[in-house]
């Protein structure tokens, strides 16, 4: 692989790196977060009531209790259009998002791939005797000529 190839593919998967790390929870995890909030605010209400004149309660001591009231009084209707509000926000976001076991999954393995090129990138500025011109990969660099060929070859080093 010539040194601008491994270069379009090291620059390739650290922009895919970006795009995932960037990418926000599925929409399962938002409704599910939402759902369990809304939850909370019942228990709150069951445990504290509502705001009367002996009951004072902060303002957002009073938002979950009157919450709590509504998912108490109607719970079914209040989970539904809390689903409903979550999936139409996630949407207007793009509606792009991922697990967190996905997401860490593909990012190690991106990470992965990306410690193989630039094992590669660095065994190629070796042979080409080429002067350190720019950015490199700091763990490579250092690493002696069989410890690099086995990270670029994919093989674990062994201590």
């Known amino acids: 692989m010539s040194a601008s190839k491994t270069a379009e593919n090291i620059a390739r998967i650290e922009a895919e790196i970006v795009t995932i790390r960037r990418t926000g929870a599925s929409l399962e995890e938002l409704q599910d977060e939402s759902v369990a909030r809304l939850r909370d605010a019942e228990a709150f209400y069951r445990t504290r009531g509502l ?9 957002g001591e ?21 689903r ?6 996630f949407n207007a976001r793009g509606g792009n998002g991922m697990a967190a076991d996905v997401k860490a999954k593909r990012l190690a393995d991106l990470q992965a791939k990306l410690r193989v090129l630039h094992a590669k990138a660095e065994i190629e500025r070796r042979a080409a005797g080429d002067e350190i011109d720019g950015a490199i990969d700091a763990e490579c660099f250092l690493l002696n000529d069989e410890a690099l060929a086995n990270v670029a070859t994919g093989k674990e080093l062994t201590q």
């Open 62 to 82: 009073t938002a979950a209790a009157l919450i709590g009231f509504q998912m108490a009084t109607n719970g079914k209707s209040c989970i539904g259009a809390e």
């Open 84 to 89: 409903s509000r979550v999936e139409a926000q």
């Open 51 to 59: 705001p009367l004149r002996n009951n004072v309660m902060t303002p």
